[in-house]
């Protein structure tokens, strides 16, 4: 479905925190709306979590294989079509652990085929995640730690993962480079996603690098200064 209200078009690869401790990230665009499924990996194990498989189960299976990784989970931020529609599929193929999202997005889940049938995404499966998550809960993937914060607003249950030594988040839907995510959706909160933004994701850091669910990178700092939704002069103006 479309995420946000201007959705910008990319193909471009994340970051892969250079001179940090090891983790590397890649992005495939999966779904009819271009979504950012990222892989991620611990480059000391070759072991790798695949976040967000709306769709492309092949191609990840042979990103996988060409890189010599082990999936090791699959981590979902939110309950989405685009984002969580291939779930079902590659957790049967692989057997790995689902984590996420939290519980809030049970509703979304649950309703995955009917909205893939809208969209043509004939894939889209229901799924029991192995863990829900919240606020405080970490994910291990190979030697690395994610922090997953709980970022309600776009979906109630939407979850975003950190990896604090490398200055990354993978923030789904919650925020984008120059917008947010929609909240006219059911169970959308305005206001409950400019607090998730202004008052959990943007005091990590403004030199922390967000993957966004749709387009291109960015990080906090820029958002902050030029961001129409949520940066400081707009929230001063009210
Ligand atoms: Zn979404």
């Known amino acids: 479905m479309p995420d946000q209200t201007v959705p910008p078009a990319s193909t471009a690869p994340g970051p892969s925190a250079p001179g940090m401790p090891p983790l590397k990230v890649a992005i495939l665009p999966v779904t009819p709306f271009q979504q950012n499924c990222s892989i991620l990996w611990c480059t000391a194990t070759k072991r790798a979590a695949v976040v967000d498989p709306g769709d492309g189960v092949t191609q990840i299976e042979e990103f996988l294989a060409r890189q010599g990784l082990t999936l090791e989970r699959i981590l979902v931020t939110h309950g989405h079509v685009d984002h969580a529609a291939a779930v079902a599929d590659l957790t049967a193929r692989t057997g790995v652990p689902v984590d996420g999202p939290?519980?809030?997005?049970?509703?979304?889940?649950?309703?995955?085929?009917?909205?893939?049938?809208?969209?043509?995404?004939?894939?889209?499966?229901?799924?029991?995640?192995?863990?829900?998550?919240?606020?405080?809960?970490?994910?291990?993937?190979?030697?690395?730690?994610?922090?997953?914060?709980?970022?309600?607003?776009?979906?109630?249950?939407?979850?975003?993962?950190?990896?604090?030594?490398?200055?990354?988040?993978?923030?789904?839907?919650?925020?984008?480079?120059?917008?947010?995510?929609?909240?006219?959706?059911?169970?959308?909160?305005?206001?409950?996603?400019?607090?998730?933004?202004?008052?959990?994701?943007?005091?990590?850091?403004?030199?922390?690098?967000?993957?966004?669910?749709?387009?291109?990178?960015?990080?906090?700092?820029?958002?902050?200064?030029?961001?129409?939704?949520v940066s400081d002069r707009a929230v001063a103006r009210g």
């Open 102 to 229: 939290q519980q809030e997005d049970k509703f979304w889940i649950d309703r995955l085929p009917e909205d893939g049938a809208k969209y043509g995404m004939l894939h889209a499966k229901p799924f029991t995640p192995t863990r829900w998550l919240g606020d405080g809960d970490t994910v291990a993937v190979g030697d690395l730690v994610l922090d997953v914060l709980h970022c309600p607003g776009h979906t109630p249950g939407h979850v975003v993962f950190i990896h604090q030594p490398s200055r990354l988040a993978i923030v789904g839907d919650v925020i984008f480079q120059g917008s947010i995510g929609r909240t006219d959706f059911p169970r959308g909160d305005h206001a409950a996603l400019i607090r998730s933004i202004r008052e959990k994701l943007f005091p990590l850091g403004d030199d922390i690098t967000f993957l966004p669910g749709h387009g291109e990178p960015s990080t906090f700092g820029q958002e902050r200064r030029t961001n129409p939704f």
